[in-house]
């Protein structure tokens, strides 16, 4: 399983983004789906996650009330919606994938596929 992250950038505080995830020689279709992020100088840390079999949603409690996982219909892209973005947002997005869903899905060693991040910075 090959991930593939974009849509990261430079943008102002307030504004919105989509990062994309997209799966290459397969679907997500049996395979949940997530985000992390890591901020210059942290570690890195569980944003979101999108089961499949239940189409469920989880969040941080940091970022649940700005930040909105979905799969495309297809099956082979999986989103990151942010909105009001802020300073803290900063941090580079990588995605994640895994067939095996874990009560530790918080966690980065609970997931098995990688994608190779993307920069999202934030400027007050």
């Known amino acids: 399983v090959q991930l593939q992250a974009s849509g990261g950038g430079l943008v102002q505080a307030g504004s919105s983004l989509r990062l994309s995830c997209a799966v290459s020689g397969r679907t997500f279709t049996h395979y949940h789906a997530g985000w992390f992020r890591q901020a210059p100088g942290r570690e890195q840390v569980f944003v979101a996650a999108?089961?499949?079999?239940?189409?469920?949603?989880l969040y941080a409690d940091a970022v649940k009330d700005r930040f909105t996982i979905s799969r495309d219909s297809g099956e082979t892209t999986v989103h990151l919606q942010i909105n009001t973005l802020r300073p803290e947002d900063t941090a580079v997005y990588f995605c994640?994938?895994?067939?095996?869903?874990?009560?530790?899905?918080?966690?980065?060693?609970?997931?098995?596929?990688w994608g190779q991040g993307t920069l999202v910075t934030v400027s007050s």
């Open positions: 994640a994938a895994t067939p095996y869903w874990r009560a530790q899905y918080y966690q980065a060693a609970s997931w098995h596929y």
């Open positions: 999108f089961t499949w079999n239940a189409n469920g949603t």
